[in-house]
C-alpha cells in the first residue's frame, strides 16, 4: 500500500481501507474513484475487521446510533457525520456508549466540520482572549436555496424518518454548534418556529426504483423547509438562529454575528477565508471592522497550505478535522467536538422543535 | 419672506413659520441657526396661529397623541414622528382623530422617513411587481451600539414613561414599518424577548439640574436596551427581527432582507444607495445579487437630484417625506404611511411586549 | 431677507444674491426655484455690484481665466470650478491674479469639492500623522459610463475648445488633485495615453437651436474619452492613474488606494462614508483593512451633521466646501485648494496630454 | 501502486512516480511526505526512465529552457511554471522544442494556473460570448506585501540571475496571461516603469549556509519590488497593469476588472469563488453588477466538486491543470497555455523592461 500523500505530519500512518455500501457494483466504483483498498456490503463487516481501527459514520441520521454504538463496542475509533442522531434519547444512549469506550482508550468525535474553518478558530480564540467581552448578541444564519424550486425532487433528507428533520437538523445544527463553541456558552431557552413551504414534492426516480420520468409521483415533505428560533445565551445574551432552504441566491450562506461589550465578530462562509473584528478599544475615528484574511502562517491549520491570501476551499475543514482526530487518537485524548457536544446540540434542536409545537419558550 | 430654495416642484409655497420649544432661549438660538421665521414657548399658541397650516410633532411619545390629536381638532395637518404613540390606546385615538380631519381634508402622516430612502422605495416596487414571487422569509436588524457603554448618560429615550420603549419603539418600529411596507404583507403573530443589558446610568447633567459632573448620580433604565423577535406574516412567510443598541460596531445598520419563491432582496442603511437584488429567473451561470446603485433618474426622488452615482445621504429622507406630504395637501389625498400605519406598527410593538412577558407566541 | 438656515456656524452672514445666465427667462426660472435674490444677464454686471462679495465661477473652462481675473480685480472673492483652466499659461495668469488679490485681502478658492469628504479628509490626517509610512503606490481611478451608448448626444464636454479636454480634466483632475492632496506629494513625470472611443455623436438638439430630433446630425468628438497614465510621485513612489467615461456599471466610481510602508488606505466614492484603512503594525493574526464609517462626530465635518451611521451624500462636500471658504475669508487667510493648487493640476493634465502625444514619460 | 484518489474522471491512470531535488535527504523526505513513489537526485535522470510520462518543471526560471527543451527531446510531456523562461530568447527555443515535439505527440503547456479559477473561466466565456461587447479597458493588478519589511531576507527570487524579473515576471506574468486569455485579444504596446523600494536585504541563513544569525550579511535586490505599465490592446482597448509585493494589506490580491461597450467584469482572487458581472442591456432600475457565486455544477470544473456555495481553494485551479493536460494527451491535442501562450507573455515582459529603460512606449 503506497504512503498517503500529506500537507501535515501526522503522529500515525493512516490508510483508506473499506468502504461499505449495500449495493456492490456502487461501492466499488467509488472506492475505485476515491482510492478506497477494499469495499464492503454490510456495515457490520467493518467491525469484525483487523485492518480498520477508525469508522467514518456518514449514513442517514436514523441509522448513527446503531452503527456508531457498534462500533464503540468493537473497539473501532468513531467520526459520526452530525446532527449526531435523529433524537435526544439516541444521542444520549451515543454518549454513554462513548464513554464507555473511553475508558478503554476508544474515541468519538462528531463531524462538525465548520469548527476547523480557520476563520472560526480565530472567532473562537479572540472571545476566549476577551477581545469582545461579555457576548451580547449572538445572530446566526444558514441559508441555502435549493429546495425553492418546487419540482426539487424528494430525497431522505425530506422524510423525517430517516433524516429527523429539515433545515433544522441538517444545517441549523451547525450554527447552534458554531456559536456555542465561538462562544463558549450554551443555549439555555428557545422560542421557535418551524415551516414546511412545500408539502408535496416529485419522487426522484432513484426512490422509487422506477426508470420513468419521476414527475409522474409525487410524496409528502415531512420536514421542515425552514426554522428560525430566538436564545437566552447562558452568559446573559440573546440569540436569533435562522436555518432554511428558500432563502433564494444564498448558496451555503453560514452568517455568523456576535455583540460583545468590547467588540464584535462577523462571518459568512461565502467568504470563508475572512474574518471580521470591530475592537471597540479603537480610537473612534480609526475603528471599525477589521477584514482579517486568516491565510497567515499565524493562524489555525494553516502553515501547513499555502502563503497568504491563497485561499482554503470548503473541503479542507474536513482535513483539518482528521488531522486534530488522528492526533487526538495519538496522543490518548478526547477529541472535540464529542459526542457530549453533539447532544449538547441535539437538546437545542429538540427544545426548538417542542417550542414550536407548543408555541413557547422552552428550557433546553 | 424669501422663496425657499428647493429641488422639487412643489405644489404649494411653503414656509418654516414658527418652531416651538419650552425654553425660550434655546428655541430662540435653534430657530436663529436653523431659519425660522418666529418662536413659541408653548406648543398650543401653534394652534391658534393662522399663518401655520402644518405642525410637525417630534416630540418624546408621551406628548405625542395630545398634541397630534389637539392639531388635528385645531384644523392643522399633522406630520407625527414615530412611533406613532406609546400605546395602542394613544395610537387609536389618533386614528380616530387623523379620521375626523380627513373628511374635513386635513391631512396626517406618521413619520417612518426609511421608507423613503430610493433604495426602499425599490424595494418595494419590486415585490409589487412579483419580482420576487410568493414571501417566504424576512430578516430584518436595527443595529446600533451608542448604550454599549455602561457610563453613556441616562436621557429620555432610556425613561419608558416618556419614551414607552427602548430599542423596540425606537428602532425597531422602523423595521417593523418598513418590512410591512416593502411587502405589503402584515405581521399576524409574533413571539418576543426583550433584553436590559444594562441597567443603571449615570444621570445626564442637563436631566438633573446640576452643574456637577454626572457620575454622582444614577438612575434606572425603564426600557429594553434590546429586542428581538419572530413573526408570522399575513403571506405564509417567517420573519426574524432584531433591534439594539449593543452591537458594537453597527453604527446605523438598518438590514432587511427578503426571500421569495422567485427572487431575493437586500438592504444595509451603512451603504444606503445601494440595493441587491436576486432574480431566480437568471440562469444558474450567469445568476448572482446584482448590486443596483440606487442613483438613475428611473428611481424614485432622483431626478430632482445628482446624475448617477452621486449618492444621496440620511436627510434627503426627510426632503422626500415633506414633499410627498405637500405632494398629497395639495391633491387633496391621504399621505402615506398614514396614522393608521403608524397603528398597525403600535400593534406589532404592543404584542412583542406582551408576548416578551408571557413567554409564549401571540397575535397581533 | 430671511436669514439663511444652515447646520454651520459661520462667521459671516451669507445671502445668495445674484444669479447670472445669459438667457433671462431661463436663469429668471432658475433663480427662484433655487432661491437667488436676484439675476443677471451678463456676468459682467456681477463685477460692478456692491452688494456681490464673493463670484462662484461655474462656466466651461475656456471662460474662467477671463472670468476669475476680472472678478478678482474688481476686488471681489473667487470660488473657481473644477479644473482651473483649460491650459497652463491661462492656470498661471489666474494664479498671479489670486497673488495679487491676496495681498488685498481678496480669496481665490479652486472647487475641488471632493477634498471636503470626510473619508477624505480622514485619509490625509492619517497620513500626516504618519500612520501609512512613506507612499510607495498610488493606483487612482475615477470610472463613469455615461458615455458608453454612441447615441449619448455631443454636449460642450466633449468640444476641446470649451472643456480643455475631456475625462482628462474633467474628472482625471479630480483624483490627480485628490492624491496629491492626501499624500502631500507631487507629481513629477508622467507617461500616458488618452483614447477616443467614440468620434462621431450625435449634436443635441439645444446644440443645433433646431427642433427636429437630434440624430439627423452628428458632430466630432474633439476630446478624450478616456485617459491613463504612469507618475512617478515627489517621495519616491509609483502612480497609476485612469480616468474614464467607458467604464459600464461604474456610475461615479472615485476609488483611490495608498499603499504605504506601514500601511495602506482605500476609498470608493460609490461608498462615500468609509475609508478603509490597514495598519501594518496590528499583529498578523488580528490584523485587516478596517472599514471605518466615517461618521463619527471626531471626523472633519460630521459634528455639525447627524448621529454616527447616518451618512451624508454628495452635495455635503459643497457646503463644507463654503463654510471653508467663508471661514477664511473672514479669518483672512488663504482658503485652499488655492489657484496655485489648480495650476499644479494643471500642470499634470497638460504633461499627460504631452506624454501621450509624444509616446515618452515627461516630467511635470 | 495504489490507485490514485481523484475528484474527476480521467482518460488515463495517473501515478506520482518519481521527486527530483538535489539533495538526497530533502528530497526523499519531501517525497515520503508527499507520496511520491522515488526520488531522483539529478533531472536529467528523470528523462532516462521509462515511468515517466510527464515532467512537471518547477524550478527557478533560470533552469526551465535547458530542462524543458531536453525533456521534450527525450519524448517527455512537460508541464513548466511561469514565466516560460528568464527571456524571449529562451522562451523561443522551447516554443521550437515544444512544436518539434509536438509533431510526435509530446505536448508542453505552461502553468498559468490562474486560468482554471472557475470564475476566470466564466469570465472568458462571458467575454467570448459577446456579452460585455468590445473590451474598452481592462485594468489588473497582482497586490501582495511580503517584501514591505526591508528585513525580508533576500531569497533567489529577488536574485536577476536566477528569477529574470521580480514583481513583473513572478505575478505580473499572471496578470498578463489572465487578461489576454479573458478577453482574446493581444498586448500590443506598453509604457512601463519598475521600480526597487528595498536595494539591499540581509541574505537568508540557507542562503550564505552558515549557522549564525541571517542578519550580518546582506546583499542585493537586482530585481523590481514593483512594476506598473501602460497598454494597447489588439481590439482598441486601454490596459492598466500593476504588479507589486509592496501593497500593505493585499496579500494575494489578483484584481482584474474589465469594462466593455455591452457590459464589464470584475474579479478579485481573495474572493476567489465569485465574479462580478454587469450587463448593460439590464433596465437602468435594476441593472447592477451581478454577484455571480460560481459554484454551480454548470460552471466550469465544479460538477466534480461541491454543491453550489460550496468554495474552491487555491489549490483546486492545480488539480484542473492536471486535469485538462491530462485530457489532452491522451486526446491527442494541444494543452494550453501552450509553450506560445507562454512566449507571447514573455514578449510583453520584455518589452515593459526595455520600455521601462527607455522611457517610451514600445511595440511588444
Known sequence: MAHRPRFF????????????????????????????DSVETDWRALLERDDVDLIDVCT??????????????????????????????EAERMVAAADTAAARGVRAMVGFT????????????????????????????YLQDWLSDPQAPLTWRMDKAKAGSGALGDIGAHIIDLTQFITGESITGVSG??????????????LTGLSGTAGDETGP?????????????????????????????????????????QGSL???????NVLHFFDASDPATT??????????????????????????????????????????????EQPTPSFADGLAVQKVLDAVERSAEKGAWLDV
Open 9 to 36: 505530519d501526522l503522529p500515525l500512518e493512516t490508510s483508506m481501507t473499506a468502504l461499505a455500501g449495500r449495493n456492490r457494483a456502487n461501492v466499488t466504483a467509488a472506492a475505485a474513484k476515491l482510492g478506497w
Open 221 to 261: 415533505v415531512t420536514v421542515d423547509d425552514a426554522s428560525v428560533f430566538l436564545a437566552h445565551l447562558s452568559g446573559g445574551g440573546l440569540g436569533v438562529y435562522e436555518a432554511t432552504r428558500f432563502a433564494q441566491g444564498r448558496k451555503n450562506a453560514i452568517r455568523i454575528e456576535i455583540n460583545g461589550s
Open 114 to 141: 465548520y469548527r476547523r474553518v480557520p476563520a472560526i478558530q480565530l472567532a473562537r480564540q479572540l472571545v476566549a482572549d476577551g477581545r469582545i467581552g461579555t457576548v451580547r448578541h449572538v445572530r446566526a444564519q
Open 60 to 89: 442517514p441520521g436514523d441509522t448513527h446510533a446503531e452503527i456508531a454504538i457498534a462500533a464503540l463496542e468493537a473497539g473501532k475509533h468513531v467520526l459520526c457525520e452530525k446532527p449526531l442522531a435523529n433524537s435526544v434519547d
Open 193 to 206: 418556529a418551524l415551516k414546511t413551504f412545500v408539502t408535496e414534492r416529485p419522487v426522484a426516480a432513484e
Open 287 to 332: 475603528g471599525g471592522f477589521r477584514r482579517i484574511v486568516v491565510t497567515e502562517g499565524e493562524h489555525a491549520y494553516i502553515a501547513a497550505w499555502w502563503p497568504p491570501g491563497h485561499g482554503l476551499g470548503y473541503e479542507h475543514a474536513f482535513t483539518h478535522q482528521v488531522v486534530d482526530l488522528v492526533g487526538a487518537i495519538a496522543a490518548g
Open 266 to 272: 462577523a462571518f459568512d462562509f461565502e467568504d470563508m
